[in-house]
C-alpha cells in the first residue's frame, strides 16, 4: 500500500520548508533509511530520510519550491501502484476533480447570477492575482491609478507585493477606476476584490467580490473565439506598429521612470512580453559610449563657465535579495522578543590583566586552546548558579526558573545567526567549553547543525569582540529573560592605587527581560560574573 509523506517539521519553529535538492528521482528505488531530499528549514538544510520502502511514484514538491510543513512533499509505493486517489482524495483522476470542480462553479455562478441580479454592464471585477505559484496572499504596495482615474488597457494599475517579489499589475481592461477595493499597504488573499473598472459615472456601490460570478456574460465558446481573435489582432497590430511605424512597447511606469531619469527609450533593450520595456529594464539600464562621451564633453564646457556648479551624475539602483527561510524566522523571532518583552540594559567594565595573564599560561599547555569567550561563557554559568533568576523564563501565569544552565552562543552565518546550545555549561572546564563552541560553530556555519543543538537555551552570550565592537545591546533570545552582550577588550589609561597606568579592560552589557529579572537582581549578576572573570583562578576549580 502507498504510503503518502508530508513536509515535516524539522525545528520547533519550522513553518515552510524548501526542498534544496532530490536525491532520489521517480521511479527509483527507496529503502528505509534512504536519504530523500535535502531540505531548508528557517534553522538549516537537514537530510530528510526515508521511513518506508518501494519505489518512489509522486514527488509533491519541486526542488527550489517551499511549501508549509504537512504539504504533500512524496509517496511511496509498489511500482506501478494505482496513486490518483491519494492525489485528488476522490479516487478519481487529478485533472477530473479540476474539471468536475470547474463545473460546479460554473454551475453555482449561474444559480447565483438569476438569485442576485447583474452586474452593471460593461463593468468588469479585477482580483488580487496570483502572481506566483505560492503566492496565497497579496499586499498592496501602491497604486498607480486613483479612483476616477482612466484606464487603459496595459497601464499599470498597482505594484503588488507577492511572498516572492513585488510586482507591477496591468490592467486587461479599459475604463473608469470606479473602486479600489484594497488601500494601500493592506494584505488580501489571491481573488479578493481588488479594484472595479467600468464606465465613467457606474453605480458600484452595491458590487462586491462576490458579485464576480453573478455577472452575465457570452456563452464560453464565443468569449474565447472573441478573446483569442482580439489577441491575434493585438499581437499583429503590435508587431507591425513595432517594425513599421518604430513604436516603442513600455509600461507607463517605465515611460515615466524613463522620462524623470532623462533616458531614451529607444536605447532600451525590453526584458518583456514581445521585447515590451518594463520598470526592471530601466534601472537597470547603462547609458552607452556614446552618451558618456557626450556627457564628457559637457562637463568640459561647464568647467570653463566661471558660476557653472558641479553636479554630481549618478544611477540609483537596488539589489534586491530574496529571503531566506532562515533569515524570515530570525526577522520573525527578533521582532516578536523586542516588542514584548521589555528589555532594559546594565553594563559594566571588566579589569582584563588577570584574564590575559591566565589565558596565556593556560593556552601554553599542549592541546589546549581557550579564548576570552570561552571564559566569559563559564564565568556566566557560574554566576547563573548564584543568580537563578536571571536563568529563567516568562509565561504569563508564573515565572521558570531553570534547575539546569544550557548556554547559548550566538554564531554569525550567512543568512544571519544561529544559537547553537552548550548543555550543562556549568559542569564543563573552559577547555571543554572552547572544544564544544567550536565543534558547534563549524556545524553551523556549514549548515550541518541538528535541530536539538539550537534548542533548550535558558540564557544566551553574543560576542562581537573580535569585530573590535566595544558596547553593544543585543535582543533576547525568547525564552531567556537575559542575554550578554560581549565587547572587545581595550587598551586604555587607567587609575590603579592612585596612579593612572595602561590598562586592559572588557565592557559587558546585559540585556534584561523586567518582567522576570529586577534592576537589582541583573546588577547583582553583572557583579558577579565580573569578578569570575577578573579572577580566573576561581573558575579553575
Known amino acids: 500500500m502507498a504510503e503518502v509523506i508530508n513536509m515535516p517539521r524539522l525545528s520547533d519553529t519550522m513553518e515552510e520548508g524548501v526542498v534544496a535538492k532530490w536525491l532520489k528521482q521517480k521511479g527509483d528505488k527507496v529503502a528505509e533509511g534512504d536519504i530523500?531530499?535535502?531540505?531548508?528549514?528557517?534553522?538549516?538544510?537537514?537530510?530528510?530520510?526515508?521511513?518506508?520502502?518501494?519505489?518512489?511514484?509522486?514527488?509533491?514538491?519541486?526542488?527550489?519550491?517551499?511549501?508549509?510543513?504537512?504539504?504533500?512533499?512524496?509517496?511511496?509505493?509498489?511500482?506501478?501502484e494505482?496513486?490518483?486517489?491519494?492525489l485528488n482524495g476522490e479516487g478519481g483522476s487529478a485533472d477530473e476533480a479540476k474539471e468536475e470542480a470547474a463545473?460546479?462553479?460554473?454551475?453555482?455562478?449561474?444559480?447565483?447570477?438569476?438569485?442576485?441580479?447583474?452586474?452593471?454592464?460593461?463593468?468588469?471585477?479585477?482580483?488580487?492575482?496570483?502572481?506566483?505559484?505560492?503566492?496565497?496572499?497579496?499586499?498592496?504596495?501602491?497604486?498607480?491609478?486613483?479612483?476616477?482615474d482612466k484606464v487603459a488597457e496595459g497601464d499599470i494599475l498597482a505594484?503588488?507585493?507577492?511572498?516572492?517579489?513585488?510586482?507591477?499589475?496591468?490592467?486587461?481592461?479599459?475604463?473608469?477606476?470606479?473602486?479600489?477595493?484594497?488601500?494601500?499597504?493592506?494584505?488580501?488573499?489571491?481573488?479578493?476584490?481588488?479594484?472595479?473598472?467600468?464606465?465613467?459615472?457606474?453605480?458600484?456601490?452595491?458590487?462586491?467580490?462576490?458579485?464576480?460570478?453573478?455577472?452575465?456574460?457570452?456563452?464560453?465558446?464565443?468569449?474565447?473565439?472573441?478573446?483569442?481573435?482580439?489577441?491575434?489582432?493585438?499581437?499583429s497590430t503590435s508587431s507591425d506598429s513595432s517594425s513599421e511605424s518604430g513604436r516603442i512597447f513600455a509600461s507607463p511606469l517605465a515611460k515615466k521612470m524613463a522620462e524623470d531619469k532623462g533616458i531614451d527609450l529607444s536605447k532600451v533593450e525590453g526584458s518583456g512580453e514581445n521585447g515590451r520595456i518594463v520598470k526592471k529594464d530601466i534601472e537597470s539600464y547603462k547609458p552607452s559610449a556614446a552618451p558618456a562621451a557626450k556627457e564628457e564633453t559637457t562637463k568640459r564646457e561647464a568647467e570653463t563657465s566661471v558660476a557653472a556648479p558641479y553636479v554630481p551624475a549618478g544611477e540609483e539602483s537596488f539589489e534586491e535579495i530574496k529571503n531566506s527561510q532562515m533569515r524570515k524566522?530570525?526577522?520573525?523571532?527578533?521582532?516578536?522578543?523586542?516588542?514584548?518583552?521589555?528589555?532594559?540594559?546594565?553594563?559594566?567594565?571588566?579589569?582584563?590583566?588577570?584574564?590575559?595573564?591566565?589565558?596565556?599560561?593556560?593556552?601554553?599547555?599542549?592541546?589546549?586552546?581557550?579564548?576570552?569567550?570561552?571564559?566569559?561563557i563559564k564565568a556566566s554559568a557560574m554566576a547563573l548558579r548564584k543568580h537563578p533568576q536571571v536563568n529563567s523564563q516568562w509565561t504569563g501565569d508564573a515565572m521558570k526558573i531553570a534547575k539546569h544552565i544550557h548556554m547559548g552562543v550566538a554564531v554569525a552565518v550567512e543568512e544571519g545567526l544561529v544559537v547553537p546550545?552548550?548543555?550543562?555549561?556549568?559542569?564543563?572546564?573552559?577547555?571543554?567549553?572552547?572544544?564544544?563552541?567550536?565543534?558547534?560553530?563549524?556545524?553551523?556555519?556549514?549548515?550541518?547543525?541538528?535541530?536539538?543543538?539550537?534548542?533548550?537555551?535558558?540564557?544566551?552570550?553574543?560576542?562581537?569582540?573580535?569585530?573590535?565592537?566595544?558596547?553593544?545591546?543585543?535582543?533576547?533570545?525568547?525564552?531567556?529573560?537575559?542575554?550578554?552582550?560581549?565587547?572587545?577588550?581595550?587598551?586604555k589609561p587607567v587609575v590603579k592605587n592612585g596612579e593612572i597606568v595602561v590598562g586592559h579592560t572588557m565592557k559587558l552589557t546585559l540585556a534584561c527581560d523586567h518582567r522576570t529579572v529586577d534592576g537589582a537582581t541583573g546588577a547583582a549578576f553583572l557583579q558577579d560574573l565580573k569578578t569570575y572573570i577578573e579572577n580566573p583562578v576561581t573558575m579553575l576549580a
Open 36 to 80: 530523500l531530499a535535502e531540505i531548508e528549514t528557517d534553522k538549516a538544510t537537514m537530510e530528510f530520510e526515508s521511513f518506508y520502502e518501494g519505489t518512489l511514484l509522486h514527488i509533491g514538491i519541486e526542488e527550489g519550491e517551499t511549501a508549509p510543513v504537512d504539504t504533500l512533499l512524496a509517496i511511496i509505493g509498489e511500482e506501478g
Open 421 to 491: 546550545v552548550l548543555k550543562f555549561a556549568d559542569q564543563m572546564s573552559m577547555t571543554q567549553i572552547g572544544g564544544n563552541v567550536k565543534d558547534l560553530a563549524g556545524k553551523a556555519r556549514n549548515k550541518k547543525l541538528q535541530p536539538k543543538e539550537m534548542e533548550g537555551s535558558t540564557f544566551t552570550v553574543s560576542n562581537l569582540g573580535m569585530f573590535g565592537i566595544t558596547e553593544f545591546t543585543s535582543i533576547i533570545n525568547q525564552p531567556n529573560s537575559a542575554i550578554l552582550s560581549v565587547g572587545t577588550i581595550v587598551e
Open 159 to 235: 505594484e503588488i507585493e507577492t511572498d516572492k517579489a513585488t510586482m507591477e499589475f496591468e490592467s486587461f481592461y479599459e475604463g473608469t477606476l470606479l473602486k479600489i477595493g484594497i488601500p494601500e499597504g493592506e494584505t488580501a488573499p489571491v481573488d479578493s476584490l481588488l479594484a472595479i473598472i467600468g464606465p465613467e459615472g457606474t453605480d458600484v456601490s452595491n458590487v462586491t467580490g462576490d458579485s464576480a460570478g453573478k455577472k452575465t456574460a457570452p456563452k464560453k465558446e464565443e468569449k474565447s473565439e472573441a478573446k483569442e481573435e482580439k489577441i491575434e489582432e493585438t499581437t
Open 82 to 86: 494505482d496513486i490518483s486517489g491519494l
Open 329 to 376: 524566522t530570525i526577522a520573525k523571532r527578533l521582532g516578536e522578543s523586542k516588542f514584548s518583552a521589555p528589555h532594559y540594559y546594565l553594563t559594566i567594565e571588566v579589569d582584563m590583566e588577570n584574564a590575559m595573564a591566565s589565558r596565556k599560561q593556560i593556552n601554553a599547555m599542549p592541546d589546549v586552546k581557550v579564548s576570552f569567550n570561552d571564559m566569559v
Open 103 to 148: 463545473a460546479e462553479e460554473e454551475t453555482t455562478e449561474d444559480d447565483s447570477a438569476s438569485e442576485a441580479g447583474e452586474i452593471p454592464e460593461g463593468v468588469e471585477i479585477v482580483k488580487m492575482p496570483r502572481l506566483s505559484d505560492t503566492m496565497e496572499e497579496g499586499t498592496v504596495a501602491s497604486w498607480l491609478k486613483q479612483e476616477g
